[in-house]
């Protein structure tokens, strides 16, 4: 078994941070065009603990090299199941995500955790534990194991960009729409106070 590990911070809000999660994979994500396809499973909400908990299933494209593709069975498409906990109480945003696709041969566990640093910053920390279960010399079980620690490493910055750019797009769409509100509440009190000016001329 192999480990990869990662820590970033990011300069959002929690709360900013745990809402934009759920549009790491939208067209705001230039990095994350291997994801084809993100279809929810379940959502549960627990009244006594606040948990907010989602399974996902997350369809990507293989991008893996071809020598291991070959080894893997030339497979070009790839099932994630994904297990998501929100806790508004506790401030943490925690999600578990184990492979579907040649589970048989290679199991690949990832946890990711989102919690505050201060008001302002949010810490995300990473782990994925990579186990080849392919039959043959250790030999082959290592270079499998060496090439997806890898290709989680490579695509950790790309990862962070991506959702950097998810937030920024949030932050200024969430900005524009209080804007509209304002807005709307300040036309609101102006009519309401010619009405009452009306009334008062009457």
Not at 167 to 191: N, P
Request: aromatic fraction near 8%; hydrophobic fraction near 35%.
């Amino acid at each position: 078994m192999k480990v990869f590990s990662n820590s970033e911070t990011f300069n959002y809000s929690w709360e900013e941070v745990s809402t934009a999660n759920w549009r790491k994979y939208c067209p705001w994500n230039n990095k994350s065009t291997h994801v084809t396809a993100v279809d929810t499973v379940s959502r549960t909400l627990d009244p006594e603990t606040g948990i907010l908990r989602t399974e996902r299933l997350i369809t990507c494209q293989q991008s893996a090299p071809e020598w291991l593709k070959s080894i893997l069975g030339g497979c070009s498409e790839s099932q994630v199941l994904e297990t998501s906990y929100v806790d508004p109480r506790h401030k943490t945003v925690t999600m578990v995500s184990a492979n579907l696709t040649l589970s048989n041969l290679i199991n690949v566990q990832e946890t990711v955790v989102y919690r505050p640093v201060n008001a302002h910053q949010t810490q995300f920390t990473q782990e994925a534990q990579i186990t080849a279960l392919c039959g043959g010399w250790q030999r082959i079980k290592n270079s499998v194991e060496d090439a997806l620690v890898k290709r989680f490493r490579e695509n950790a910055a790309k990862g962070k960009e991506g959702f950097e750019a998810v937030l920024a797009m949030s932050r200024h769409v969430f900005a524009e729409e209080r804007e509209r509100e304002r807005e709307r509440m300040s036309l609101i009190q102006a009519q309401a106070g010619n009405i009452r000016m009306a009334a008062v001329a009457a």
